[in-house]
């Protein structure tokens, strides 16, 4: 089954740090641009980060831009956010979701089931 | 940043009977290139991730029923459900992927009457 399963999310003081990995299972994850986006409790959904299929592409929110890193490995099917400077609008549930494409401009075919992460003192 | 407004926030149907979601954007989303218009929508039932439901404003994706239909161009996009079921209720947004930063519409919430 094609899936995409998100870990690291948890509670983290305003200030600190947090990873979230994505690791993809059934598909051919090197073809694929892989989103993050998030919800925040009450809100919708909201576009963090995108990055293509060699990681040529990358693209960021304006909210998380110089706090957040996108990456992925392909060799390990796995799609990571570096989340730094965390502040309390960051609390989200976040998930990473496949772009139906290998560039970042492709509607998002496959999703997580999502990481909960609490920014809270 | 191309702002994407859905219109209602929320509606009740009746089983059985129709319902409209509107999406507008603030730029056109229609790449002259390929002429495909850069639009998605997505169902988002509570607890669980969104689905993707149409693509390039009006492409079901597998599996879809086919009650639900995507229409427009441009900057003027429709999602019509034809006959709402008790598990069509559920949070419906609209998403522009023509343009970085990719953005969302602000969600409607579809209700039983």
């Known amino acids: 089954e094609v899936q995409l399963v998100e870990s690291g999310g948890g509670l983290v003081k305003p200030g600190g740090s947090l990873r979230l990995s994505c690791a993809a299972s059934a598909f051919t994850f090197s073809g694929y641009s892989i989103n993050w986006v998030r919800r925040a409790p009450g809100k919708g959904l909201e576009w963090v980060s995108s990055?293509?299929?060699?990681?040529?592409?990358?693209y960021y929110a304006d909210s998380v831009k110089g706090r957040f890193t996108i990456s992925r490995d392909n060799a390990k099917n796995s799609l990571y956010l570096q989340m730094n400077s965390l502040r309390a609008d960051d609390t989200a549930v976040y998930y990473c979701?496949?772009?139906?494409?290998?560039?970042?401009?492709?509607?998002?075919?496959?999703w997580g089931q999502g990481a909960m992460v609490t920014v809270s003192s | 940043d191309i702002v994407m407004t859905q219109s209602p926030d929320s509606l009740a149907v009746s089983l059985g009977e129709g319902a409209t979601i509107n999406c507008k954007s603030s730029q056109s989303v229609l790449y002259s290139s390929d002429n495909k218009n850069y639009l998605a929508w997505y169902q988002q039932k509570p607890g669980q991730p969104p689905k993707l439901l149409i693509s390039?404003?009006?492409t079901r994706e597998s599996g879809v029923p086919d009650r639900f239909s995507g229409s427009g161009s441009g900057t003027d996009f429709t999602l019509t459900i034809s006959s709402l079921q008790a598990e069509d209720v559920a949070v419906y947004y609209c998403?522009?992927?023509?343009?970085?930063?990719?953005?969302f519409g602000g969600g409607t919430k579809v209700e039983i009457k």
């Open positions: 390039w404003a009006s």
């Open positions: 998403h522009q992927y023509y343009r970085t930063p990719l953005t």
């Open positions: 990055i293509g299929s060699t990681s040529t592409y990358i």
């Open positions: 979701a496949r772009g139906s494409g290998p560039h970042p401009w492709a509607a998002f075919d496959i």
